[in-house]
C-alpha cells in the first residue's frame, strides 16, 4: 500500500519543502520497500478449511486507488473510483441500482448513509448526491483524504488541514465549523483517517489523537492521545490516526501511522490501553480481539480488553496487505498481488485463499448483508460467499 504527505497549509509548496518532504519520506520509508532479501515466501494451502466461493464480479469506472474506499449499509453497496464513478450496488447480485458518472478525478469517498452518497473531487469540492443524481456541491478551502461521514441528515468533513465541517445533507448549508487549535505539524498523510460515529459522537483523528465531538454544535468533548509525536524531522514526527477503526461495546480501537495501536472509552476518551505497533493500515476486531497488519506484513492479534498479545503470524510477511476485516471465525486481508486470505481468529492459521485480478486488493474488504466485497486497483469488484 503506497503512502505519500500533503503539506499542511501550504495550497502552492515551495520546489523546496517538496524536494525536502520527499526526501524525507523516502529515508522513512525504506524499510517498507521491497528487497531481495524480504521476498515474500510462498503461502502453502494443503487444503481449504474455510469455504468460500465468488458470487459475481462487477465494474466501476477504471481504477479504485487508494484513500477510495466502500460504504455497505445492508445490502447497498456504494463506490466511487478514481475517475469519478459513483455507484450503488445490489450486494446480493453484484446489479447496480443507480450509477453517476462525475467526469472528474475523485479524491476521497465514498461517504453514504444508503439513500446519500458524499465525494470529495481532487479539485477540492465536496459533491453530494441522493439517488444518484448530484444534489448540491461546495468548493473547500483545502484537499480531504477521508471519506465523508453521512449520517442524521448531514455531512461530515474532515478535511487534509484537520477543519471538521458539518453541513446539511438537504442544502449543503454549513452548520458548523471546528477547527484545531494552532500545530506545529505541518505534514498530513495522503491516506484516510478517522470520521466516524459511535454512540451519538464523532470520532475523529487529528494527529496522533483520537477526539469526541458533539455532532449538533461541533464541541469537542475529549481528546485523547494513541501516540505522542517524537523524531528529528516531521516524517519522524508524523503519526496521523488512520482508519479503520474498531468499534465494539462502547470501546473504539485504533492504529496511530507507524507507531502504536489502542483501545479507548468512547463515552469520556479514557485511554484502557496501547502498544507499539509498526503499522500503516487501520484496524479491525470483535469483542475479545483487536486485529493489524504491521508495515512488514506480519499480522497480529491483541487482547481487545487489556491490550495483550494472543497471536502473530509471519506467513504473509513482505505483502503488502490490507486492513484486515474480521468476518465469522476469520481474519480476512487482501495483498497488491490480488489474493485474499482467511485466516483462524484464534492462531493466525490459514484457513483459505482466493484470487482476484492480479492489480492487487485496493481497500479494505467489507461485509453487505452476507457478502464479502473487496475491489481492486483496476476497478473491479469481487463478492464472495460462503459455501
Same mark, same amino acid.
Given at each position: 500500500?503506497?503512502?505519500?504527505?500533503?503539506?499542511?497549509?501550504?495550497?502552492?509548496?515551495?520546489?523546496?519543502?517538496?524536494?525536502?518532504?520527499?526526501?524525507?519520506?523516502?529515508? =522513512?520509508?525504506?524499510?517498507?520497500?521491497?528487497?531481495?532479501?524480504?521476498?515474500?515466501?510462498? +503461502?502453502?494451502?494443503?487444503?481449504?478449511?474455510?469455504?468460500?466461493?465468488?458470487?459475481?464480479?462487477?465494474?466501476?469506472?477504471? *481504477?479504485?486507488?487508494?484513500?477510495?474506499?466502500?460504504?455497505?449499509?445492508?445490502?447497498?453497496?456504494?463506490?466511487?473510483?478514481? %475517475? &469519478?464513478?459513483?455507484?450503488?450496488?445490489? *450486494?446480493?447480485?453484484?446489479?447496480?441500482?443507480?450509477?453517476? =458518472?462525475?467526469?472528474?478525478?475523485?479524491?476521497?469517498?465514498?461517504?453514504?448513509?444508503?439513500?446519500?452518497?458524499? +465525494?470529495?473531487?481532487?479539485?477540492?469540492?465536496?459533491?453530494?448526491? +441522493?439517488?444518484?443524481?448530484?444534489?448540491? @456541491?461546495?468548493?473547500?478551502?483545502?484537499?480531504?483524504?477521508?471519506?465523508?461521514?453521512?449520517?442524521?441528515?448531514?455531512?461530515? +468533513? $474532515?478535511?487534509?488541514?484537520?477543519?471538521?465541517? /458539518?453541513?446539511?445533507?438537504?442544502?449543503?448549508?454549513? $452548520?458548523?465549523?471546528?477547527?484545531?487549535?494552532?500545530?506545529?505539524?505541518?505534514?498530513?498523510?495522503?491516506? *484516510? &483517517?478517522?470520521?466516524? /460515529?459511535?454512540?451519538?459522537?464523532?470520532?475523529?483523528?487529528?494527529?496522533?489523537?483520537?477526539?469526541? !465531538?458533539?455532532?449538533?454544535?461541533?464541541?469537542?468533548?475529549?481528546?485523547?492521545?494513541?501516540?505522542?509525536?517524537? &523524531?528529528?524531522?516531521?516524517?519522524?514526527?508524523?503519526?496521523?490516526?488512520?482508519?479503520? !477503526?474498531?468499534?465494539?461495546?462502547?470501546?473504539?480501537?485504533?492504529?496511530?501511522?507507524?507507531?502504536?495501536?489502542?483501545?479507548?472509552?468512547?463515552?469520556?476518551?479514557?485511554? $484502557?490501553?496501547?502498544?507499539?505497533?509498526?503499522?500503516?493500515?487501520?484496524?479491525?476486531?470483535?469483542?475479545?480481539? $483487536?486485529?493489524?497488519?504491521?508495515?512488514?506484513?506480519?499480522?497480529?492479534?491483541?487482547?481487545?480488553?487489556?491490550?495483550?498479545?494472543?497471536?502473530?503470524?509471519?506467513?504473509?510477511?513482505?505483502?503488502?496487505?490490507?486492513?484486515?476485516?474480521?468476518?465469522?471465525?476469520? !481474519?480476512?486481508?487482501?495483498?497488491?498481488?490480488?489474493?485474499?486470505?482467511?485466516?483462524?481468529?484464534?492462531?493466525?492459521?490459514?484457513?483459505? @485463499?482466493?484470487?482476484? %485480478? %492480479?492489480?492487487?486488493?485496493?481497500?479494505?474488504?467489507?461485509?453487505?448483508?452476507?457478502?464479502?466485497?473487496?475491489?481492486?486497483?483496476?476497478?473491479?469488484?469481487?463478492?464472495?460467499?460462503?459455501?
Amino acid at each position: 500500500m503506497k503512502n505519500s504527505i500533503y503539506l499542511r497549509g501550504f495550497g502552492r509548496p515551495s520546489r523546496l519543502l517538496a524536494a525536502m518532504a520527499a526526501a524525507l519520506l523516502v529515508s =522513512a520509508c525504506s524499510s517498507w520497500s521491497s528487497s531481495p532479501e524480504n521476498k515474500p515466501q510462498e +503461502v502453502v494451502l494443503n487444503a481449504p478449511l474455510l469455504g468460500v466461493q465468488q458470487a459475481w464480479t462487477a465494474r466501476v469506472g477504471t *481504477a479504485f486507488k487508494p484513500p477510495l474506499s466502500m460504504q455497505a449499509k445492508g445490502q447497498v453497496l456504494t463506490l466511487a473510483s478514481s %475517475d &469519478g464513478e459513483v455507484t450503488a450496488l445490489d *450486494a446480493s447480485t453484484g446489479r447496480p441500482l443507480w450509477h453517476r =458518472a462525475l467526469q472528474e478525478p475523485l479524491a476521497a469517498g465514498v461517504g453514504a448513509d444508503g439513500d446519500v452518497a458524499a +465525494v470529495v473531487s481532487a479539485h477540492n469540492e465536496l459533491i453530494v448526491l +441522493v439517488a444518484g443524481q448530484e444534489k448540491w @456541491r461546495q468548493r473547500l478551502n483545502a484537499p480531504v483524504f477521508t471519506p465523508p461521514l453521512v449520517a442524521g441528515g448531514r455531512v461530515f +468533513v $474532515l478535511t487534509a488541514d484537520r477543519n471538521l465541517l /458539518a453541513l446539511d445533507a438537504g442544502s449543503g448549508h454549513q $452548520l458548523w465549523v471546528q477547527t484545531p487549535a494552532n500545530s506545529s505539524e505541518n505534514l498530513v498523510l495522503r491516506q *484516510a &483517517g478517522v470520521l466516524t /460515529a459511535i454512540n451519538n459522537t464523532l470520532l475523529v483523528g487529528i494527529y496522533g489523537r483520537l477526539a469526541g !465531538v458533539q455532532p449538533d454544535t461541533g464541541t469537542v468533548l475529549w481528546e485523547s492521545p494513541l501516540s505522542i509525536p517524537r &523524531g528529528t524531522n516531521e516524517i519522524e514526527r508524523l503519526v496521523d490516526v488512520v482508519g479503520p !477503526v474498531s468499534k465494539s461495546n462502547g470501546v473504539v480501537c485504533a492504529r496511530a501511522f507507524q507507531s502504536a495501536v489502542g483501545c479507548l472509552n468512547a463515552s469520556n476518551g479514557k485511554i $484502557l490501553w496501547t502498544q507499539k505497533s509498526q503499522g500503516m493500515q487501520g484496524v479491525n476486531g470483535d469483542a475479545q480481539s $483487536l486485529y493489524g497488519v504491521e508495515s512488514n506484513g506480519i499480522v497480529t492479534a491483541w487482547n481487545r480488553s487489556n491490550g495483550s498479545p494472543q497471536w502473530s503470524s509471519e506467513q504473509l510477511k513482505y505483502r503488502k496487505l490490507s486492513a484486515p476485516l474480521v468476518l465469522g471465525r476469520s !481474519v480476512v486481508v487482501g495483498d497488491s498481488a490480488g489474493n485474499l486470505y482467511f485466516l483462524s481468529k484464534t492462531d493466525g492459521s490459514l484457513l483459505n @485463499r482466493l484470487t482476484t %485480478d %492480479d492489480s492487487g486488493i485496493s481497500a479494505q474488504p467489507v461485509v453487505a448483508g452476507n457478502t464479502l466485497v473487496v475491489t481492486t486497483l483496476a476497478g473491479k469488484i469481487y463478492g464472495f460467499r460462503p459455501e
